[in-house]
DNA sequence: AATGAATGAGGATTCATTCAT
DNA sequence: TATGAATGAATCCTCATTCAT
């Protein structure tokens, strides 16, 4: 928390780095990403608009910084919990995946604005390292998976936590929408709308890996 | 599609609503929507900027209704095909599910930034309407799903097109990137994030399809 | 009130003019005059956008219309007042003029933005027309004055309105300001900026009438 | 004259905005209010548009600063007309009042729009800093008139200074109506509707001065 | 490394007025 | 005479980014 004034060795920037993706994401939970400026971050983070700058080239960097390490951090509880499994079947996996996913809004919502955000001022750089990122994380995630669970054909790993992943981003945005939907949906006629996240969330998932599980041989 | 020079009757002003509609998107497929200027809508639909606001409220609530049309349309197209069926399966509606939207960009890019469009300038008339016929079409769709494939359980066909809805749009973020991402995505090393975007939906949503079928039975 | 739907003849067309007068005075006692638009005016008159610009060649010209009726009011008023004083003074007649004033908050309006309202589009025609009423009218309140009031040197009757007049304007502004100002002038520590209107315009005027009338001979 | 490039601290800040305000001064000397943009005082002050952000909320908040500036400055000026006095009479104040605005068309202009500018766009803030000077300004000049003419009855001078400055306000929006009705106002048979603004403002002003030193034992 | 003043491109929206019907 | 669809000029303000200090 007590950072130096000034980061003068590697160690202090990683700190100040990490204090200010932190920021960023408090705001990201309160805010929309259209609504939070250079500015506040900034000053959240007890810094001058130009400092960020020292550490991010763009504030699409700055956010898709804070994906990354959202996306690390999911990657390495997902690994966790499935490895961690006494059994395994479509369901638990299902139900563990959903559950890993289930307190990250933040991943939800940077994951949604991945589009927009990269849409303008890409960093090719920092794209190649994003796209890196996820693959390596990709790979890792597909190999336990594979590991843990025999059922799944071989090498079909990573493409089956992409699967789920696309489920997850596609379901959370149809089940947060932006608050002035909120309160339509709230509307007992509009039941048919409204998603029940995690439920459907562990139950598709499953579907999907039964899929995956099963395809080759039920494909027809 | 000659349009006389003032829509006096509600006719015309309806076929000039889908002219300047048709126009939008036509930008939308060339174009992000954040480069998109009302500006350029009006000079493609050959109409006043300030002719563009008797049409539509705003920016956003001109591309809601671009949204709307694609949905109406998507939704018949799809009933369409799954009633043509002459047999029924997971694996074959899944097909024509994955079929109806594969032509469908535009549809995709407008769900992805549903959020962003509304998160600003929400009109709540226009909110309201929107999702009351998202409404509509999902629960005409579901009937249509349920009695063509009377295997689904009852009354859960609006809640499985929800699911294959959202799994469309989420994979097809993951499908799609951003150009700057999609540059990286084509080197070899890069092959475990790449997606056969029809392929892949079509096989998901027929897990989808299979889970939402099985779901009682064989839940645990 | 009961106006027939098409202006016919000269006299149906003076009672469409005076309608539209009547609820272009109904909108600025209730918003400010740029918060008024033609779209609102035309509506509060049951008649399309175009049709006042039958009887107003611009926005402009229909409030400045609006002004020299309330004038013309506000002159027969005043001289009726003054024409059945029992007695004349200073005292008296300021009190006439105040409370001949007091009940004309849309006078004071239009006055305050007549420079703003003629400082763009202005059509000379409708200028002159103008001011060559504000003479006459000028002219016989100041002959009123005289007659009723033979302490006042001869000529400067209308000179004499024309201060008042301009007292009049100053001290309406003063006295009150725009909604946001005036919840500030409420507090207790402001007192010095509040202004009596009624009382205070009386007293003045009082003041620069009796200057009037005495001043050849305590002049120097 | 010469401002650095970057106002780094306070001083230059100061001098900053007062040079952004004389510019602005300048224009509105040449334009009315409605006319001028803000990029016009960005570019007449050598700065980026943006800038005048950093030293101004909006538009309006520019030029009430501005009001502000000339209101201090007239204040000042009156204060020390007044006590320099060698003798003193309602005659003299006057012409010493009606002097001391005579050369300040910009506080005359600022003051007919105050009401216009600040009917938007009000900054509750800067709205009580502007009354609170006013207060101030008001004070100590009444406490100045009633300490060099004792004929005015105690706590009075506000009041009196407040009624003069509505007298200014009026008779400057009579004396110099917008350049339209200035040709108007030249012709021959308008005299009546013409006023000597110095000349007349020192009279109406003496006479205000009369009256409110004899108000009590003369007021029948 | 840190600052924060300066930049300036960028765009939706309003509304008085016109004119085809 | 009445309509109201079409016009298009007109402009304030935001905010990511830079760079002098």
Redesign the pocket.
């Known amino acids: 928390m007590a ?6 060795n590697d160690e ?2 990683q700190a ?1 780095r990490a204090a200010i993706l932190s920021e960023a994401g408090t705001l990201l939970s309160e805010h929309a990403y ?9 000053a959240a983070s ?17 956010f898709l910084g804070l994906l990354q390490r959202e996306l690390v951090d999911w990657f390495a509880a997902l690994r966790e919990r499935i490895t961690a499994l006494p059994s395994v079947s479509a369901e638990l996996l299902g139900r563990e995946f959903s559950a890993s996913l289930e307190r990250r809004p933040l991943l939800g919502d940077l994951l949604v604005i991945l589009h927009t955000i990269l849409e ?2 890409v960093d090719p750089e920092a794209a190649l390292e994003f796209k890196t990122l996820l693959r390596d994380q990709l790979r890792e995630a597909g190999g336990a998976l594979e590991s843990v669970w025999p059922v799944l054909p071989e090498g079909t790993g990573p493409r089956t936590i992409l699967r789920m992943y696309a489920l997850f981003i596609g379901l959370r945005q149809v089940a947060f929408p932006s608050p002035a939907l909120a309160d339509i949906l709230a509307r007992e006629d509009m039941h048919e709308l409204r998603v029940d996240f995690s439920h459907d969330l562990a139950e598709s998932l499953r579907d999907l890996l039964h899929g995956a599980a099963h395809s080759l041989g039920g494909g027809a």
């Open positions: 950072l130096r004034q000034r980061a003068r202090d920037k100040r259209g609504r939070i400026t250079m500015a506040q971050v900034a007890g810094l001058a608009k130009g400092t960020l700058y020292l550490y991010f080239r763009s504030k699409e960097a700055l303008r001022n």
